[in-house]
């Protein structure tokens, strides 16, 4: 009797088609190093608010394409544009 082959296809590191495209609240596109500028005011608990006009330096891309991180903060694309 022949053993089957397990499928272990899932295990290959397929990136190149699942390349997730990140953009700012005006649609340009973020890279990881960008700076964004707060496009409004926003309440953070327990940490001080964003105001509008805020810069955030050398942002990193996450894999969800809504969100970006900026030190320990976790920020949403819509509220940022590119500076």
Do not use: Q
């Not at 190093?33 to 955030?56: E, M």
């Amino acid at each position: 009797m022949a053993k089957k082959k397990k499928d272990m296809s899932w295990l290959l590191d397929d990136e190149d088609d699942t390349s997730i495209e990140v953009t700012d609240c005006n649609g340009n596109p973020l890279l990881s190093g960008d700076s964004v500028i707060a496009t409004k005011d926003l309440k953070v608990k327990w940490a001080t608010d964003i105001k509008r006009g805020d810069v955030f330096k050398n942002i990193r891309l996450t894999d969800d394409a809504d969100l970006i991180e900026s030190g320990k903060m976790v920020l949403r694309t819509e509220f940022f544009k590119k500076k």
